[in-house]
Antibody
Framework: QVQLVQSGAEVKKPGASVKVSCKAS????????MHWVRQAPGQGLEWMGI????????TYAQKFQGRVTMTRDTSTSTVYMELRSLTSEDTAVYYC????????????WGQGTLVTVSS | EIVLTQSPDTLSLSPGERATLSCRAS???????LVWYQQKPGQAPRLLIY???NRATGIPDRFSGSGSRTDFTLTISRLEPEDFAVYYC???????????FGQGTKLEIK
């Protein structure tokens, strides 16, 4: 059973950056890719990107390219998502989620991190 | 880019009734990549169905998925009180490579 533990809630001002972490249990990195999905208040789910934890390669949704960076630290089994140039429209709960390699679905999810962007 | 449209937006039913939720794709998608999730308030989504018709581990057999190409369905045979939630479909597309969600169907108690 994979467990994902995310960092705590953040409050940021417009124009700032936020970096959210997601620590995975066990040897998740050897079997799973890691994704980030966000959900604005009262809205649906939006995929942001993937980091293939074995080699660290990334693919970002076009909407976020140039503004997001996903990284990983294999020594601590932690992935990070940094989003820059924040606006109020980035206020959302950010989830990390795992994908069993090439399965095309998200089988485990973190608890979510609320990022609030407000002046 | 493939767009997934779920219907209805809201479905009002009573416990014990049968629920049928639809997910329509703007173009044909591989059944392998069609997935359903359940989300309850304040919780992360939970994987229900993958590959259009395969139940995830621990999912009761009252949940079933079907469909192909552009039309997919999630059926809950007999609603239990804990089934009232929001349901999302999702697919993977390659041009550009991305994972797309439908807008969700809220299943509420009548």
């Amino acid at each position: 059973q994979v467990q994902l533990v995310q960092s705590g809630a953040e409050v940021k001002k417009p124009g700032a950056s936020v970096k959210v972490s997601c620590k995975a249990s066990g040897d998740t990195f050897t079997t799973h890719y890691m994704h980030w999905v966000r959900q604005a208040p009262g809205q649906g789910l939006e995929w942001m990107g993937i980091i293939k934890s074995s080699g660290g390669s990334t693919t970002y949704a076009q909407k976020f390219q140039g503004r997001v960076t996903m990284t990983r630290d294999t020594s601590t089994s932690t992935v990070y998502m940094e989003l820059r140039s924040l606006t109020s429209e980035d206020t959302a709960v950010y989830y990390c989620a795992t994908e069993l390699r090439d399965s095309l679905y998200f089988d485990f999810w973190g608890q979510g991190t609320l990022v609030t962007v407000s002046s | 880019e493939i767009v997934l449209t779920q219907s209805p937006d809201t479905l009002s039913l009573s416990p014990g009734e049968r629920a049928t939720l639809s997910c329509r794709a703007s173009q044909s998608v591989s059944s392998t990549s069609l997935v359903w999730y359940q989300q309850k308030p304040g919780q992360a989504p939970r994987l229900l169905i993958y590959g259009a018709s395969n139940r995830a581990t621990g999912i009761p057999d009252r949940f079933s998925g079907s469909g192909s190409r552009t039309d997919f369905t999630l059926t809950i045979s007999r609603l239990e009180p804990e089934d009232f939630a929001v349901y999302y479909c999702q697919q993977y597309g390659t041009a550009p490579p991305m994972y797309t969600f439908g807008q969700g169907t809220k299943l509420e108690i009548k």
